[in-house]
């Protein structure tokens, strides 16, 4: 799993980050090497290292779809529970890393949708 390439905005529950890295993948965390950098450029780091964008912001949406930034991917993260947002989010990523490159991606509790 180590050809996993993630960056955590700041948004993201940390604990998403560890256990990421706990199952072997490469994630980039915001909060740890960069903090409070604004968001397009953090879209810039994830693009420049092409990597999986994980996000809890709503903003990257905006960046991608009306101002048309480009990306490498990123997975919008909409789980309400702490627990089981760990758990989707992992698991999501597990499953379907692939699908989610390059795309916009959004999970909530109920599913993963992976726009074209």
Request: glycine share 2%.
């Given at each position: 799993m180590a050809a996993y390439q993630l960056v955590a905005d700041e948004s993201v529950d940390y604990r998403i980050v560890i256990s990421l890295r706990?199952?072997?993948m490469t994630v980039y965390?915001?909060?740890e090497?960069?903090?409070s950098i604004k968001?397009?450029?953090v879209?810039?780091?994830a693009r420049e290292n092409e990597a999986l964008l994980l996000t809890e912001d709503k903003d990257f949406g905006e960046l991608?779809?009306?101002l048309q930034l480009p990306h490498c991917g990123i997975l919008l993260i909409r789980v309400d529970?702490?627990?089981q947002k760990i758990a989707t989010t992992t698991e999501a990523i597990k499953k379907h890393y692939p699908e989610m490159k390059?795309?916009?991606s959004v999970i909530n509790n109920r599913k993963l949708r992976i726009k074209e």
């Amino acid at each position: 799993m180590a050809a996993y390439q993630l960056v955590a905005d700041e948004s993201v529950d940390y604990r998403i980050v560890i256990s990421l890295r706990a199952l072997g993948m490469t994630v980039y965390s915001i909060s740890e090497q960069q903090p409070s950098i604004k968001d397009d450029t953090v879209l810039s780091i994830a693009r420049e290292n092409e990597a999986l964008l994980l996000t809890e912001d709503k903003d990257f949406g905006e960046l991608v779809f009306r101002l048309q930034l480009p990306h490498c991917g990123i997975l919008l993260i909409r789980v309400d529970e702490a627990e089981q947002k760990i758990a989707t989010t992992t698991e999501a990523i597990k499953k379907h890393y692939p699908e989610m490159k390059n795309k916009f991606s959004v999970i909530n509790n109920r599913k993963l949708r992976i726009k074209e």
